[in-house]
């Protein structure tokens, strides 16, 4: 069981292991919604459903809760250095359910910003993958793993837009 806290209700929120199951999503979009900080502030009908969370879990908890541990580090490196600098970043990105099954979209990470252009969180939406380009995804991001690139874990809870700590590498 991994176990994270929900800042709202002070509650744990848990989902199970992550399984050796996966499958790639091919509904209409998934959004999600961060303060600067990376906790839930939205999740849409959709993202709920597929997710497997209810929508009171979700919504303060840190978005690492449905970071699939088996993603390459250098992903993630990517994303934050691009979301931090004010940048959109779009990639392909393996999610993993409150049951622990593994669910492949096309991501897209933007800045939300204030009326002055600071950055006060971001909007990620998750779209089905093209199945082609995904099959060449996974062969990279296997190779990435392959050369050694460590694994990002829970601890890291970093899936991009988790909040200015963890983009610092």
Known sequence: MVTFTNVNTGKSVSREETKDEEFIYEG???LLETDIEGHITYANRRFVEVSGYLKEELIGSPHCVHMHPNMPQAIFKDACEKT?????WHGYICNV????IGYWTELTIQPKRDEEGKVVGYMATRRAPEQDELEKVME???QLKA???ANV???YCGEVFIGRGACQF
């Open 140 to 142: 990279e991001y296997a």
């Open 153 to 155: 874990t829970s601890q």
């Open 28 to 30: 209409k979009p998934l």
């Open 97 to 100: 359910s409150k049951e622990g």
């Open 147 to 149: 050369s050694g690139d």
């Open 84 to 88: 931090s600098a004010g940048k959109t």
